[in-house]
């Protein structure tokens, strides 16, 4: 996040983070708490658009940590939420099959997905995976935020360990699509200690960054038991 609201709640009570929500599910609101300081932007876009992201951050009971985004690449604020004022909660792997509207089909990000639709017996064939950033954002909204240059950003969901050739065969698979529409496709594996990007586990290196609710950390084994929540 660009910017981001003081928690609504003392900061030795932001413990843990609602398993009913994951980090990218995209969260319908009733309505959006003001907090001193936020930019101008924000009520503007909310109120034209009231959705969020759930994004890695600790929380009191009863609050998600949420990231609200505006029409500009720039415009990202960080808050929490109340879970009453959560209307509706639709998590990447839901749009996976989702269309965009005819008129925007052909920007290459949704090429891009279209391919992935159409390919049924390729690498990701058996996952759970679906698109986050403004492709998922907008699949869900309808809010035209996918641009020529936009990237398609997956996540892969990956409970249990994955090879490394397996990787290497998704992050080529990957790799293969992108040249061909011209955008960078970045796929985040969700492993038990948070979100990690594909590239790095397919590069076989001797640790990876791990996204976690409790912030980044460099490990060897995402699969590893005891990483607690993300």
């Known amino acids: 996040m660009q910017v981001c609201a003081a928690p609504p709640f003392a900061a030795d009570h932001a413990l843990s983070c609602d398993a009913r929500w994951q980090p990218h599910d995209l969260l319908r609101l009733r309505r959006l708490p003001q907090f001193d300081g936020e930019p101008a932007w924000v009520r503007e876009s909310f109120e034209c658009t009231p959705w969020a992201v759930v994004r890695r951050a600790l929380a009191a009971d009863s609050f998600v940590a949420i990231g609200l985004r505006g029409v500009e690449r720039s415009r990202r604020y960080g808050t929490w939420v109340h879970v009453d004022d959560i209307e509706t909660a639709v998590p990447p792997e839901t749009l996976a099959r989702r269309d965009p509207l005819a008129e925007r089909n052909a920007l290459p990000a949704f090429a891009a997905l279209a391919s992935l639709q159409c390919d049924t017996a390729g690498a990701l064939a058996g996952f759970v995976w679906g698109p986050t950033g403004s492709t998922g954002f907008e699949l869900a909204t309808q809010a035209p935020t996918v641009t020529l240059t936009s990237d398609l950003d997956l996540l892969i969901r990956a409970p249990e360990r994955l090879s490394r050739n397996t990787a290497m065969q998704l992050f080529n698979h990957l790799q293969a699509i992108a040249r061909h529409v011209g955008i960078r496709v970045d796929a985040q594996l969700e492993t038990p200690a948070g979100g990690v990007a594909l590239a ?15 912030g980044p950390q460099l490990i060897a084994d995402p699969w590893a038991p005891a990483h607690g929540d993300i």
């Open 200 to 214: 790095e586990w397919a590069a076989d290196k001797a640790r990876v960054m791990a996204r976690h609710a409790r």
